[in-house]
């Protein structure tokens, strides 16, 4: 779906989530979200997001680039876990839908490949439980620093757990498979144990069917294959669905295990996920 509008059409607040391009528009405020994309060409939708959970952010949200911090990437995940309802149109047929959804919100001054060597980002909804996973690791310029943002909450959207730093974070890659599209080996099943205080956090990834496959790197014009060849980065992009299981042991004795579907994506920019080669 591509829309052309003019600039003059297009207005966006800086105080708060307000967008308006053309008939098309998005506004929130953390609790509700109302996104209309014009349905006068056939396919559009008109949808309401209600939160059933609290946003979180790691700290300020901000990491910084660069000898002076000239440049920043900030990343907060608005709404963990929401109720989505309202109309989709495709072809002039619209229908009402009703489900899950989620919102995370993410900018900067860089590019993606200049910044990050891989992220691993995952979401889940099991029972009343609401688990999200951003594994950032900065590219070979910036020392291949990592990231390992998590946070669990419960249905009332209390935090029962939260991490960002890897202080105490181990990852192990269980499996890896080659994915022929875009001739690169991928980890298959990946497991994260995360110490915060007294609670640990074991969190098993299995990747399922491929939902999305982009090879930003064959798509690029010369110009910036040569760049990214100079650079020694490969930008690709892959989402799956899967499954995962979830351990969380608790100071007090107490322990939380679920186990269950969820989405998973890998942005994947340097030469290997693992960062050293």
Same mark, same amino acid.
């Not at 915060?196 to 491929?210: C, F, K, M, V």
């Given at each position: 779906?591509?829309?052309?509008?003019?600039?003059?059409?297009?207005?966006?607040?800086?105080? *708060?989530?307000?967008?308006?391009?053309?008939?098309? /528009?998005?506004?929130?405020?953390?609790?509700?979200? +109302?996104?209309?994309?014009?349905?006068?060409?056939?396919?559009?939708? !008109?949808?309401?997001?209600?939160?059933?959970? =609290?946003? #979180?952010?790691?700290?300020?949200?901000?990491?910084?680039?660069?000898?002076?911090? &000239?440049?920043?990437?900030? #990343?907060?995940?608005?709404?963990?876990?929401?109720?989505?309802?309202?109309?989709?149109? %495709?072809?002039?047929? =619209?229908?009402?839908?009703?489900?899950? *959804?989620?919102?995370?919100?993410? #900018?900067?001054?860089?590019?993606?490949?200049?910044? #990050?060597? /891989?992220?691993?980002?995952?979401?889940?909804? %099991?029972?009343?439980?609401?688990?999200?996973?951003?594994?950032?690791?900065?590219?070979?310029?910036? *020392?291949?620093?990592?990231?390992?943002?998590?946070?669990?909450?419960?249905?009332?959207?209390?935090?029962?757990?939260?991490?960002?730093?890897?202080?105490? =974070?181990?990852?192990?890659?269980?499996?890896?498979? +080659?994915?022929?599209?875009?001739?690169? !080996?991928?980890?298959?099943?990946?497991?994260?144990?995360?110490?915060?205080?007294?609670?640990?956090?074991?969190?098993?990834?299995?990747?399922?069917?491929?939902? &999305?496959?982009?090879?930003?790197?064959?798509?690029?014009?010369?110009?910036?294959?040569?760049?990214?060849?100079?650079?020694?980065?490969?930008?690709?992009? =892959?989402?799956?669905? *899967?499954?995962?299981?979830?351990?969380?042991?608790?100071?007090?004795?107490?322990?939380?295990?679920?186990?269950?579907?969820?989405?998973?994506?890998?942005?994947?920019?340097?030469?290997?996920?693992?960062?050293?080669?």
């Amino acid at each position: 779906m591509t829309r052309d509008d003019d600039a003059d059409q297009a207005t966006f607040a800086t105080d *708060g989530c307000r967008i308006q391009l053309g008939k098309d /528009s998005f506004t929130g405020d953390l609790e509700t979200y +109302h996104i209309v994309v014009d349905a006068a060409d056939g396919n559009g939708f !008109d949808i309401t997001l209600t939160s059933q959970s =609290t946003p #979180w952010r790691p700290g300020t949200g901000y990491v910084a680039f660069g000898e002076d911090d &000239e440049n920043y990437f900030t #990343w907060l995940c608005v709404v963990p876990k929401g109720e989505v309802s309202g109309t989709v149109t %495709i072809d002039g047929q =619209t229908r009402e839908v009703h489900g899950f *959804g989620y919102h995370d919100h993410q #900018w900067g001054n860089l590019l993606h490949p200049f910044a #990050w060597n /891989s992220w691993i980002w995952a979401r889940q909804n %099991i029972g009343e439980y609401t688990i999200v996973l951003f594994d950032l690791v900065m590219n070979r310029t910036f *020392g291949y620093r990592h990231y390992p943002l998590a946070f669990i909450q419960d249905g009332q959207g209390n935090l029962l757990f939260s991490n960002t730093t890897d202080e105490h =974070t181990r990852v192990d890659v269980i499996e890896e498979y +080659h994915q022929e599209q875009v001739h690169r !080996d991928y980890p298959r099943t990946i497991r994260y144990t995360i110490g915060n205080g007294d609670a640990t956090l074991e969190y098993t990834l299995t990747a399922g069917d491929e939902l &999305e496959i982009v090879d930003v790197y064959s798509a690029a014009p010369e110009p910036a294959r040569a760049q990214f060849d100079a650079l020694q980065l490969h930008p690709t992009y =892959t989402r799956w669905v *899967g499954h995962a299981d979830t351990h969380l042991a608790m100071g007090d004795g107490s322990a939380l295990d679920q186990s269950g579907p969820f989405l998973y994506e890998m942005s994947y920019n340097g030469l290997s996920y693992k960062n050293n080669e």
